[in-house]
T-cell receptor, first 117, second 111 residues
Framework: AQTVTQSQPEMSVQEAETVTLSCTYD???????LFWYKQPPSRQMILVIR??????QNATENRFSVNFQKAAKSFSLKISDSQLGDAAMYFC??????????????FGKGTHLIIQP | DAGITQSPRHKVTETGTPVTLRCHQT?????MYWYRQDPGHGLRLIHY???????DKGEVSDGYSVSRSKTEDFLLTLESATSSQTSVYFC??????????FGEGSWLTVV
């Protein structure tokens, strides 16, 4: 079974600053996907960024980027130029790739990100 | 927007009554999922489907059943609701590119 751990229940950052959210995971497989989802107070789950384990290059989406360390099983999310709208719960998630299988996501328990104006 | 609609969005029901939540998708994705979200637990997989009439159990399937008679619809049924099933329920689809998108959630309160 796979596990995902987010060790920071809450983080706070000043507007316009950079913040990094941590995520570690455990799996015995070599092919998988990693995701960060954002959940604002509306509770909608919004995909932030996705990383394929076989790709060494770190994924980026505008102000969001990841630091993927496969050997260390680490997948941190960096948010640059933080904005008030970034305030939310952030969930790290792992999905195995089993060649067409129906695997779902395994989630961490989330990090609550506060943006200080 | 991955074309996912959940209904009802909010429901209050009494203990012991049956409840069905519906997930509808418009893009013919093969894989569909039901998750529940509770404080301190993140999201946990209840059941999933890999095609019409093809379903399987997830991590927290006790007390739930599912059905998928059409590609576009995935139903979650609580046969006899209990207070422990008060939760927010999310439907999700998996694209051909192996990305999972979520519906807006259904708030269920069992009193």
């Amino acid at each position: 079974a796979q596990t995902v751990t987010q060790s920071q229940p809450e983080m706070s950052v000043q507007e316009a600053e950079t913040v990094t959210l941590s995520c570690t995971y455990d799996t015995s497989e070599s092919d998988y996907y990693l995701f960060w989802y954002k959940q604002p107070p509306s509770r909608q789950m919004i995909l932030v960024i996705r990383q394929e384990a076989y790709k060494q290059q770190n994924a980026t989406e505008n102000r969001f980027s990841v630091n993927f360390q496969k050997a260390a099983k680490s997948f941190s999310l960096k948010i640059s130029d933080s904005q008030l709208g970034d305030a939310a719960m952030y969930f790290c998630a792992l999905m195995m790739y089993s060649g067409g299988g129906a695997d779902g996501l395994t989630f961490g328990k989330g990090t609550h990100l506060i943006i200080q104006p | 927007d991955a074309g996912i609609t959940q209904s009802p969005r909010h429901k209050v029901t009494e203990t012991g009554t049956p409840v069905t939540l519906r997930c509808h998708q418009t893009e013919n994705h093969r894989y569909m999922y039901w998750y529940r979200q509770d404080p301190g637990h993140g999201l946990r997989l209840i059941h999933y489907s890999y095609g019409v009439k093809d379903t399987d159990k997830g991590e927290v399937s006790d007390g739930y059943s599912v059905s998928r008679s059409k590609t576009e619809d995935f139903l979650l049924t609580l046969e006899s609701a209990t207070s422990s099933q008060t939760s927010v329920y999310f439907c999700a689809i998996r694209t051909d590119g192996n990305t999972i998108y979520f519906g807006e959630g259904s708030w269920l309160t069992v009193v």
